[in-house]
């Protein structure tokens, strides 16, 4: 790859009329950052580069470097990392230091990090002055191959996940492969729930991938780019959540987002969370949907493939986790929408799952 080029060994192109974006897949992209802000904002000359204690260290000089060298005037701004940064009150620092910088309308910020940077930073990019363009620099297997597509912004309360917060679609995503090097191994691991969910709700037939990725003979860079795609087409399908399309991508989340807040925020990854969510999606997809025994099984061995939970501990109380399940976005009207399988690669939203069978499927976890 030659040096300062925007084009990238893959990109995906997001199609959503006005907001439309493409996703650059490969390795080496970080540094055609400066090159891309140019392409998409040559008029704008500041912006915030938005990052993580772990992430900034690896990462910031050669994003800020390529910034620079393109002509804009940077300002870098680390939060903490972990889950625990995806607050009202890290996103009010945030904008602070925006403001300090002399951020103003022209200006646009660079999320440089995981999901959590995504989440955060595209909030502040949504909120600081009304509303300002962002370049998503997803620095995880998770955040490559979901969060930082589709335009989901936000943070946390304590009570439960992402409750506050905005859609804002990137005007850019640069997925550098070779920052996920340095990802250790949990981190890495985990972002493969999302992986397996985009299989189990779209495509069965990217399974024989993902057994080679664990197998370590698998081509990571192909995995990442048809996992974006996935994305990309749902949300192009249902942009807004509105269709019952989009909501698909909340399979295994229902119950996952519950234990994530309900474990405490950061003690579970988000992919670790969910992990055990699809289990307990599995168990009710075969209770109450068609999905076979083999299938639910075939799900449990791939999440176990990458070292993910699949086993709830006693610490998480059943009737917590509903009460906060009882706040999933997905609610409606007092009754719970679900997302099951019908078969591995399909899946549907459901209205006539009951806490009962919540309660069961929890039980049917724990061991
Ligand atoms: N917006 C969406 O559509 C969407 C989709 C899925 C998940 N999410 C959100 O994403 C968040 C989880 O994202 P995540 O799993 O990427 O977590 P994360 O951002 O916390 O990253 C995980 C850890 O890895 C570190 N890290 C990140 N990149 C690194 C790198 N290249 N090298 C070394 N360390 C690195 C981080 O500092 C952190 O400690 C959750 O808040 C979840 O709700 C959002
Ligand atoms: O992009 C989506 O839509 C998703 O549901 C992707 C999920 O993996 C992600 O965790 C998302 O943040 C969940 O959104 P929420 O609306 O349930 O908070
Ligand atoms: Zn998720």
Do not use: W
Request: proline letters at 3%.
């Amino acid at each position: 790859m030659p040096e300062n080029t925007s084009q990238p060994a893959h990109s995906v192109h997001v199609d959503l009329g006005s907001r439309s974006y493409r996703v650059d897949v490969g390795r080496g992209l970080l540094k055609n950052l400066g090159a891309v802000a140019n392409e998409k904002f040559g008029g704008r000359s500041t912006c915030a580069v938005i990052t993580d204690s772990k992430v900034g260290p690896l990462y910031a000089a050669t994003a800020v470097a390529s910034l620079e060298a393109a002509g804009k005037k940077v300002c870098l701004i680390t939060v903490p990392s972990g889950e625990a940064s995806k607050s009202l009150i890290v996103a009010e620092n945030v904008c602070s230091e925006m403001a300090r910088a002399g951020l103003d309308r022209k200006s646009f910020a660079v999320a440089l990090g995981g999901g959590v940077i995504g989440d955060l930073g595209g909030f502040c990019a949504s909120i600081y002055q009304r509303g300002i363009p962002y370049i998503q620099v997803p620095t995880t297997v998770l955040s490559q191959v979901d969060s930082s597509v589709g335009g989901k912004t936000g943070v946390n309360l304590p009570d439960a996940k992402n409750m506050v917060g905005s859609f804002h679609q990137p005007a850019h995503v640069i997925a550098d492969i070779d920052t996920l090097s340095s990802l250790p191994k949990r981190e890495f691991n985990e972002g493969f729930a999302e992986i397996i969910k985009h299989a189990c709700i779209r495509d069965a037939a990217m399974l024989p991938l993902i057994d080679e990725v664990i197998a370590g003979t698998g081509d990571l860079t192909e995995l990442i780019r048809q996992n974006i795609a996935i994305k990309a087409r749902v949300v192009e399908a249902d942009e807004y959540e509105t269709l019952g399309i989009r909501a698909l991508l909340n399979f295994g989340h229902t119950l996952g987002h519950a234990i994530e807040a309900d474990a405490g925020y950061g003690k579970l990854l988000h992919g670790e969370a969910i992990s055990l969510g699809l289990r307990a999606a599995a168990v009710l997809s075969v209770k109450l949907s068609t999905l076979s025994e083999a299938g639910a099984q075939r799900i449990v061995d791939l999440l176990k493939g990458f070292e993910l939970p699949v086993v709830l501990g006693e610490e998480v109380e059943t009737d917590e986790l509903l009460r906060i399940a009882r706040m999933d976005k997905k609610f409606d009207q007092g009754r719970i929408r679900f997302v099951l399988l019908s078969t591995l690669g399909e899946a549907f939203v459901s209205k006539e799952v009951t806490e009962d069978d919540l309660r069961a499927a929890i039980a049917a976890i724990r061991s």
